[in-house]
């Protein structure tokens, strides 16, 4: 059964840091391109973040640019997301969703059920 | 950016109606990228249709996706209880991905 479990998401304060965790189980992790996307209390998805099945390619929204970084640990089957300098719109749900590249594509497959992060003063 | 407009916002029918729910991007897309998904109220979302016309596992088939370039088309043949909820459109495109801003299917 595949599983993905988010964690790391509180209340931080604007400017502050927040490390997300996403621990993934029931598919093979280091086949797999990794995601973050994000939903603002009562509005739609944001696309955020994703780092290849490789880590050799890391593509940012421009809302986070230079904020943000993507990591993934093979060993550990986990994805991660370091969020610094963080802002009032920051405030969102953020899944974490696998995908399969190329050929093989079928959207972002598998979702966790997210974790909240808030900011604010 | 490649901007994805869905449309209508909100969609009001009774089940058994048939529901189209229209995605139009601001430039061609392509095809194998260009993703439906469902969220229904306090769940993660799920892939409905993928490459634009192919049923992810699981999608009944009253779900059927249709379009290319800049135009797609999600149909619902027959709404059931459980399909109502928001649906989102979304691809790959310069190297970022897009989401449209999402239909909204409540019942009448």
């Known amino acids: 059964e595949v599983q993905v479990v988010e964690s790391g998401g509180g209340l931080a304060q604007p400017g502050g840091s927040l490390r997300l965790s996403c621990v993934a189980s029931?598919?093979?992790?280091?086949?797999?391109?990794m995601n973050w996307v994000r939903q603002a209390p009562g509005k739609g998805l944001e696309w955020v973040s994703t780092?290849?099945?490789?880590?050799?390619?890391?593509i940012y929204a421009d809302s986070v640019k230079g904020r943000f970084t993507i990591s993934r640990d093979i060993s550990k089957n986990t994805l991660f997301l370091q969020m610094n300098n963080l802002r009032a719109e920051d405030t969102a749900l953020y899944y974490c969703?696998?995908?399969?590249?190329?050929?093989?594509?079928?959207?972002?497959?598998?979702w966790g059920q997210g974790t909240l992060v808030t900011v604010s003063s | 950016e490649i901007v994805l407009t869905q449309s209508p916002g909100t969609l009001s029918l009774s089940p058994g109606e048939r529901a189209i729910l229209s995605c139009r991007a601001s430039?061609?897309?392509?095809?194998?990228?260009l993703t439906w998904y469902q969220q229904t109220p306090g769940q993660a979302p799920r892939v409905l249709i993928y490459g634009s016309s192919h049923r992810a596992a699981g999608t009944p088939d009253r779900f059927s996706g249709s379009g290319s370039g800049t135009d797609f088309t999600l149909t619902i043949s027959r709404l059931e209880p459980e399909d109502f909820g928001v649906y989102y459109c979304q691809q790959y495109g310069d190297s970022r991905w897009t989401f449209g801003q999402g239909t909204k299917v409540e019942i009448k």
């Open positions: 029931g598919f093979t992790f280091s086949s797999y391109a």
């Open positions: 430039q061609s897309v392509t095809s194998s990228f």
């Open positions: 780092i290849t099945a490789g880590g050799d390619i890391i």
């Open positions: 969703a696998n995908y399969v590249s190329g050929t093989r594509y079928k959207g972002f497959e598998d």
